[in-house]
């Protein structure tokens, strides 16, 4: 990876429940549809709604990229209006998304070259059934889809790049090859934070502290410490396919509009582009691309080099490392790459649920007055999709801007990459979060998992998100609860 210094700032399933009959007639009302309801970029602000009225369409969170699954498998389904060959394409990426890798030399050749150093032996193991990790549930515990970055704080290179502990790099990998001993194994502990509401009622949040044992390669002296959950993965295709001029657009870096919201795009290195593009995934919206979000996974998590990064991640502290047998140069060839990327970008998005239920409605309306669509963007058109038509120009719902926001100090990491500062993380979408504990059977929610469920994750919201949290907690309990069952209608 070579970057110009000039840095600007599961199993496949064709259960649809009843997906076919809906999907065709929004198709044929979908030309009418859009030319009565979208506008350029994002056009939630210009028609506020007539009081608690439905808006039309509003359950087809993913446009034509919806499926209507409420099950386990709400997350798996591929996208309506793939063709025959991307549905092939699927499923084969599917297959490699779910494989088990093992370390090289092995008799199954097709999948060797796991590590030395790991953090899980699929993708799978992280996502699963494509949906959401969870922290330890206690100390001790391994991570399931779950690990910590490391770095100095508030450091980058002269690329933006984060700089990471000198023994062990940027990520803490506690699995490894026989021939080696894992870099360490995770620790973490909660102390408890007590509140409350302006009505008196009390509530609990757990604050995550990180720490480590068994460190196989020296002491890890690195202070920037950010345990990150694996997100769930459905609608990445659609948020790729928004035009960077309507993030651009959606961007208020200096609050020109004097509202205390001022959210900014990332600039980060596209490997394959060799240039800088706006960051869309990750926590810290780190990644431009699906397909570099598939590689730096395959790279970072699991020790898998790919033509985008061929580097074995090893560290300088890891004596043989580099020499260990692999499974290939690369061992992740061009058209697995291809097949897993475009079963990543192609996962449908459920549809919302109780869309038009009086108190979903609203808790819709509560999310507005309280302001938290000022950075939760409900609605955006996407531009043309290379890949598949299945993706373009439609209205989608995903409730993100895919900006950097400051969120305060009490979700700060000072972990710094490219232009995201240590308290500063992009905003996650809101489709399918209320189906992660049907999926995943957990609620644990913001980056580390701090959050027990929706409430929780709202009050952990400070920096430019503060004036929202104080009006949420000044509501009614039973305002609250509207609004919570509003989230869990997406």
Known sequence: ???SPEHPNQDRTRRRLGRGFVVVVYALLAPLLMGMFV?????????????LTAEPDEQFSGGLGTVFETGKNAFGLPAPGLTRSQERFFGVGNSFFNQNWVSAPASTTARDGLGPFFNARSCASCHFRDGRGRSPAFDGERPTGYLVRVALPETRDEYGRPVGDERYGTQIQDGANLDFAPEASIRIRYETITGTYDDGTTYTLRKPSISFADEAYGPITSRALSGRVANHISGMGLLESIPDETLLALADP???????????????????????????FGWKAEQ?????????????????????????????????????????TPE????????TTLYSASLAVPARRDWDEPEVLRGKQLFREVGCVNCHVPQITTGINEITDAFSNQVIRPYTDLLLHDMGPELADDFAVFDANG????????????????VNGHTEFLHDGRARNLEEAILWHGGEADASRQRFKALSKDERDALIRFLRSL
């Open 1 to 3: 990876m070579n970057p």
């Open 39 to 51: 506008m350029p970029g994002c056009d939630w602000a210009a028609g506020e709604l007539d009081g």
């Open 254 to 280: 200096d609050d020109a509009d004097g509202d205390g919201v001022s959210g900014r795009v990332n600039m980060v290195w596209d490997v394959r582009k060799q240039g800088y593009s706006i960051g869309r």
């Open 288 to 328: 431009p691309t699906v397909e570099q979000q598939v590689a730096s996974a395959f790279h970072g998590d699991m020790g898998l080099t790919s033509s985008l990064f061929s580097d074995e991640n090893c560290s300088e502290a890891a004596i043989g490392c580099t020499e260990a047998p692999n499974g290939g």
């Open 332 to 339: 992740i060839e061009d058209d697995m790459l291809e097949h």
């Open 423 to 438: 308290r500063e993380w992009r905003t996650p979408p809101l489709w399918g979060i209320g189906l992660i504990e049907t």
